[in-house]
């Protein structure tokens, strides 16, 4: 058997048989036609066989300049041949090359992507040895089984990033693109117009991105090349069409080569064009916010608060605390102070929460902003700085309060502070006090419902301790933004506990029920 293999790329697609240089000899007859050099070609082929039969295998057919294309497809014809190729999906096929299956010539077959089990196989084949189950996901994940990249992905990856412990190997999960890798996806990503570009950063940032919205930043007709090429995917949920990248690595290349100054501008026209056609979904206020900030066009002190105070919700301090600080530079005022400190203490950092606060003292004006400032310090003071006399000087403070919506926002604080410390007489009845107070606002009164359902559970009243959670829980639509923190108040009355604990992270008593009945009787 006769086996000759090779391989097309885009330097050789511009020359004559350029993608068959390692078959045919360096030297060509001159003065025939083409199709006297193609059958001299096939002649050489089979003089080289000596009857043998001829196996010739071509990676990367897609890329085969036309008369290389031309000579494949009658290799294929002959009796005594068999020719084994590959094309990437999406990219333009010559002519020749697609004839071979239409023609039966050859059988056409689609490679899927590798399934995780595979993919882990392959993994600890690549690193000798196993690999733990999410190391193995996220790199699938972000390989999309295709073993060429999984590959570049460990090289690229194999910097510090996978260690071995006790013999399985670990990922942290960062990614640098080496030059192989960013070499392979640029392939991928071929040649593009300025438009299609255009496109794909786009949606490289802004990803997912309705396709309405895609169709109003850039030309359609660039959209709809980027489709066909493979480069982005729509893909439909209920009646909306979104569209993402069709692989996430081309994101991180796309994303890591654009210049600062064009990222800034994808990012602002990205949030001028939402902000256009109206903040719908629910992540869309967080994702203008973001764009905003990012590419140095924030000016909206409130539009920044609102997002912070989302990402705080769902628990990303980071963000933000990034959000808020920026409200507050972009003049949000104490509302920005108040927010922003609440973050800080969250993020284990009351030193900045309390200096932050400090700053905004002298803003303060009237009852309600004082009874917010209170609170807020009193609980950095107390929990972030571990201050005893917080709860005293709070309580000395209160009293000066005329409006009795604030004063109950300050009881219900204290008596959770008086919680913390045991005093579960007096939280009892500061809690209570709030409830029977029409003023005390909703975040107030749940504040207040969420001491009282530690206490009963303390004392083994489970569906009595049940019933005010879930109270408390209903009302979170009223009471989150106002007051977020409540959250974690709500989320450690849940539950069996394991007794009163003091946790600097954990501004809240955790009781476990039955354990401590003699303490609350």
């Known amino acids: 058997m006769y086996r000759r293999r090779d391989t097309a790329s885009a330097t050789t697609a511009a020359l004559p048989f350029g993608g068959l240089v ?9 003065g025939l036609s083409p199709a006297g050099i193609l059958r001299w070609a096939v002649d050489v082929l089979q003089q080289q066989a000596a009857g043998r039969r001829i196996v010739l295998a071509v990676d990367d057919a897609h890329l085969l300049d036309p008369p290389s294309a031309a000579l494949v497809h009658l290799v294929a014809r002959a009796d005594n041949a068999t020719v084994i190729g590959t094309s990437r ?17 050859v059988d056409h077959v689609e490679l899927k992507p590798l399934p995780p089990a595979q993919t882990t196989r392959l993994l600890s084949e690549i690193l000798r040895g196993p690999v733990d189950a999410t190391s193995a996901d996220r790199l699938g994940r972000l390989s999309e089984g295709n073993p060429l990249l ?23 999960g960062r990614l640098e693109l080496a030059p192989n890798l960013a070499d392979l996806i640029d392939i991928r990503i071929g040649q593009l117009t300025s438009g299609v570009r255009g496109v794909v950063e786009l949606v490289a940032f802004g990803e997912p991105l309705g396709l309405h919205l895609l169709n109003q930043a850039a030309d359609p007709v660039d959209v709809e090349t980027a489709e066909e090429r493979g ?16 692989h996430p690595l081309y994101g991180e290349v796309m994303r890591r080569r654009c210049p600062v100054s064009r990222t800034r501008r994808l990012q602002a026209r990205l949030a001028e064009l939402l902000e256009l056609v109206g903040k719908r979904r629910r992540d869309d206020l967080l994702r203008v916010a973001v764009w905003r900030l990012d590419s140095g066009t924030a000016q909206d002190p409130a539009m920044l608060l609102d997002a912070a105070g989302q990402a705080f919700a769902r628990y990303d301090v980071p963000l933000a605390t990034r959000l808020a600080r920026a409200a507050l530079d972009a003049g949000g005022g104490f509302d920005a102070a108040e927010l922003l400190a609440t973050i800080l203490m969250f993020g284990d950092r009351p030193d900045e929460a309390i200096e932050v606060l400090d700053a905004v003292a002298t803003d303060i004006e009237g009852d309600r902003r004082l009874s917010r400032w209170l609170t807020v310090r009193g609980m950095v003071s107390y929990w972030g700085l571990s201050r005893e006399s917080t709860v005293e000087e709070i309580a000395a403070r209160r009293s000066t309060l005329a409006d009795s919506a604030d004063q109950a926002r300050v009881l219900a604080f204290e008596g959770i502070m008086r919680l913390h410390r045991l005093d579960t007489g007096i939280a009892l ?10 003023a005390a606002s909703v975040a107030a ?3 207040a419902r969420s001491t009282i359902a530690h206490l009963q559970a303390a004392q083994g009243q489970l569906h009595r301790s049940a019933t005010a959670i879930n109270k408390v ?38 009781v476990e029920p039955g354990t401590s009945r003699r303490r609350y009787a």
């Open 150 to 172: 999984l590959r570049e992905l460990v090289f690229a990856a194999d910097r510090g990033e996978l260690t071995r412990t006790y013999g399985i190997w670990k990922w942290t």
């Open 231 to 246: 480069l982005i995917a729509v893909e439909h949920d209920d009646r909306r069409a979104n569209v993402r990248l069709a």
């Open 89 to 105: 999906d999406g990219e333009q096929l010559p002519l020749p090359i697609r004839a071979l299956w239409t023609d039966g010539l």
């Open 22 to 30: 390692q078959v045919l000899p360096t030297e060509q007859p001159h």
């Open 429 to 438: 009845r500061l809690a209570q006090t709030v409830l029977d107070r029409p």
């Open 473 to 510: 829980q209903a009302e979170a639509g009223r009471w989150r933004g106002d007051m977020p923190y409540l959250q974690l108040a709500l989320e450690l009355a849940r539950g069996p506990r394991t007794g009163l604990s003091r946790t600097r992270n954990s501004p809240w008593p955790t």
């Open 445 to 447: 009164r749940e504040l």
